[in-house]
C-alpha cells in the first residue's frame, strides 16, 4: 500500500485535478477571476489556434481582430484588437468561463461553465466547451491583444 498513500500525497500537494470534462474550481472577485484556473501559463500560441478556430473556439463567428489569415470575421461582439489593454487577465478568464455572470442577455457562450444552462446538446451536457488549460491559453493569448501606444 505504500504506492497509494505516495499516489494519494502527490495528488493532494499537485492540487485538484481537473479531467478533460470537468470544471475548474475557481472564484469570482468583483468582475474577474484572479487566479489561473490551471498551474500551468497560458501559452498564447495555442490560445491563438483555439480563437481563429472555428469548431472550437467559434469566437470569429461574433468577433473581428486581428487575423488578416481568417476571412469573414464577425461584428457582433467587441473587436479583440486591443483586448489586452481593455481587460486585465483576470477579467478575461472571467468573460472566457461566465460571461453571463456580466451580462445574462449576451450571446457569448460561457466557456467554462455547465450549472444552470437550459440549451445544451446532449453531447455536451456537464462538460465545459473549453478545458481549464484551453482558457487559460485564451487568456494568455487575449492579454498579448495590445493597441500601439494605448497604455494597460
Same mark, same amino acid.
Given at each position: ?45 495555442? /490560445?491563438?489556434?483555439? %480563437? =481563429?478556430?472555428?469548431? &472550437? *473556439?467559434?469566437? !470569429? +463567428? ?53 450549472? /444552470?444552462?437550459?440549451? %445544451? =446538446?446532449?453531447?455536451? &451536457? *456537464?462538460?465545459? !466547451? +473549453? ?22
Amino acid at each position: 500500500m505504500p504506492d497509494a498513500r505516495l499516489a494519494l500525497a502527490l495528488a493532494i500537494l499537485a492540487g485538484p485535478a481537473v479531467a478533460a470534462g470537468e470544471v475548474a474550481p475557481y472564484a469570482v472577485e468583483g468582475d474577474a477571476i484572479p487566479r489561473p484556473l490551471t498551474a500551468t501559463p497560458g501559452d498564447p500560441v495555442r /490560445g491563438r489556434a483555439i %480563437v =481563429a478556430d472555428r469548431q &472550437r *473556439g467559434l469566437c !470569429l +463567428l461574433c468577433h473581428a481582430g486581428p487575423f488578416p489569415d481568417q476571412p469573414f470575421q464577425g461584428n457582433l461582439a467587441p473587436d479583440l484588437a486591443g483586448a489586452g489593454n481593455r481587460w486585465t487577465a483576470a477579467q478575461l478568464r472571467m468573460r472566457l468561463v461566465d460571461g453571463k455572470r456580466l451580462n445574462p442577455d449576451s450571446i457569448m457562450p460561457s466557456y467554462h461553465r455547465t450549472e /444552470g444552462l437550459s440549451r %445544451v =446538446a446532449p453531447a455536451l &451536457r *456537464g462538460r465545459p !466547451l +473549453l478545458r481549464a488549460q484551453e482558457i487559460e491559453d485564451v487568456v494568455a493569448f487575449l492579454a498579448t491583444l495590445r493597441e500601439e501606444g494605448a497604455g494597460p
